[in-house]
């Protein structure tokens, strides 16, 4: 169940905070039905190609500029981009990828429904930098990060 109330700017959900894939990312509302978090998306920080099979997801976007890409599961990628005020929609089952591709860092807010496993997720992935553990981890919490593309 979801506690009545506000979340301030400065605070977050039992004072946690996370640093996964060089962002940070704060809790803002966690109940089983929803899970918002505000991200830190630092310049040429990216989240690589993944799907969420069991959950929408979406991003509105504070500051800066995205760049979402799709498809990358069909081999037929369409890029996205998304400034301040611009809502990104990623339904379940389609696979995206999120990339800072500017020289500025940009912030945002996520949400995923219903929430899932994501907040362990994110309590789990705190720090972690070896991409196999990541993907490892990852799959444990239903989200698939897809296999690089071939170099060739």
């Known amino acids: ?40 998306i630092p310049a040429g920080t990216f989240v690589p190609p993944h799907c969420h099979p069991t959950q929408d997801e979406w991003i509105a976007v504070l500051t800066g500029t995205l760049e979402v890409e799709f498809g990358h599961d069909a081999g037929a990628v369409s890029t996205h981009s998304a400034g301040p005020g611009d809502l990104v929609r990623m339904p379940m089952g389609q696979s ?27 309590t789990q992935l705190d720090g972690v930098t070896d991409p196999a553990e990541l993907v490892r981890l990852s799959a444990l919490h239903e989200v698939d990060f897809l296999p690089p593309p071939d170099a060739g």
């Open 1 to 40: 169940m979801m506690d009545i109330g506000v979340t301030p700017s400065d605070g977050h959900v039992g004072d946690k905070a996370w640093t996964v894939v060089g962002q940070t990312y704060t809790p803002k509302l966690h109940s089983p039905h929803a899970f918002l978090w505000h991200a830190h």
């Open 96 to 122: 995206h990828a999120i990339f800072n591709r500017t020289d500025a860092a940009a912030t945002s807010l996520f949400g995923v429904a219903p929430a899932r496993k994501l907040f362990d997720l994110f």
